[in-house]
């Protein structure tokens, strides 16, 4: 039986978006250029536009292939076996932003924020991908509920706070607040799923 072999073509759109997330987490959203771009996937300018109609386009899929990314990050620590506690307790470990991945990744995530401030598309875009990981909290808090891990009134409620206080938690780290630390930050994560565990 033979295995199909990797597309050239999916290969090289996958460097290229790989290096427009590099580009944009050094350099920013606003600073991009096409040449950095090509430039540090190792191709021209020409190819670049070849896959990508425009900046815009490469910028959309950009921060597809992050979020992509990032679920395949959760998938492999994240044990479908793991009870909703432990997956929650999990999803707040895989997010630190403690390796050169998850740095990156979490400033891309910013550059997305601050052009949603002013782009309707990338606010859409933001609405879809924080959405399905606002959901991946929103199960796992739902699940620990129904099977009483944890004593949530309202999982959604929950989830909101959860994930808010991991963007507020992680930008104070990359921002090198004084007060916060990733060893602070996973401590405090973990305490506040903790403090919804019922007493036994």
Same mark, same amino acid.
């Given at each position: 039986?033979?295995?199909?072999?990797?597309?050239?073509?999916?290969?090289?759109?996958?460097?290229?978006?790989?290096?427009?997330?590099?580009?944009?987490?050094?350099?920013?959203?606003?600073?991009?250029?096409?040449?950095?771009?090509?430039?540090?996937?190792?191709? @021209? #300018?020409? /190819?670049?536009?070849?896959?990508?109609?425009?900046?815009? %386009? &490469?910028?959309?899929? !950009?921060? *597809?292939?992050?979020?992509?990314?990032?679920?395949?990050?959760?998938?492999?620590?994240?044990?479908?076996?793991?009870?909703?506690?432990?997956?929650?307790?999990?999803?707040?470990?895989?997010?630190?932003? @403690? #390796?050169? /991945?998850?740095?990156?990744?979490?400033?891309?995530?910013? %550059? &997305?924020?601050?052009? !949603?401030? *002013?782009?309707?598309?990338?606010?859409?875009?933001?609405?879809?991908?924080?959405?399905?990981?606002?959901?991946?909290?929103?199960?796992?808090?739902?699940?620990?509920?129904?099977?009483?891990?944890?004593?949530?009134?309202?999982?959604?409620?929950?989830?909101?706070?959860?994930?808010?206080?991991?963007?507020?938690? !992680?930008?104070?780290?990359?921002?090198?607040?004084?007060?916060?630390?990733?060893?602070?930050?996973?401590?405090?994560?973990?305490?506040?799923?903790?403090?919804?565990?019922?007493?036994?």
């Amino acid at each position: 039986m033979h295995m199909a072999r990797p597309s050239p073509v999916a290969d090289r759109r996958g460097d290229i978006l790989a290096a427009t997330c590099a580009v944009v987490s050094e350099r920013g959203f606003r600073d991009l250029r096409v040449a950095d771009v090509a430039r540090v996937a190792g191709c @021209s #300018s020409g /190819t670049v536009h070849y896959y990508f109609a425009s900046k815009d %386009e &490469l910028l959309r899929e !950009a921060f *597809r292939f992050q979020y992509e990314a990032s679920v395949h990050r959760r998938e492999s620590y994240v044990d479908p076996d793991d009870d909703p506690v432990t997956k929650l307790r999990k999803l707040a470990d895989g997010y630190l932003p @403690s #390796s050169e /991945t998850t740095i990156e990744s979490w400033l891309v995530w910013m %550059e &997305l924020w601050v052009s !949603a401030l *002013r782009d309707d598309t990338m606010s859409h875009i933001n609405d879809v991908y924080y959405g399905e990981w606002r959901q991946a909290v929103l199960s796992a808090a739902t699940e620990a509920r129904e099977r009483g891990l944890l004593d949530v009134d309202d999982p959604l409620a929950f989830a909101d706070m959860y994930v808010s206080m991991m963007d507020g938690l !992680a930008i104070q780290v990359l921002i090198g607040a004084e007060h916060m630390t990733i060893e602070r930050m996973r401590e405090t994560c973990w305490a506040f799923v903790d403090s919804f565990v019922p007493a036994s």
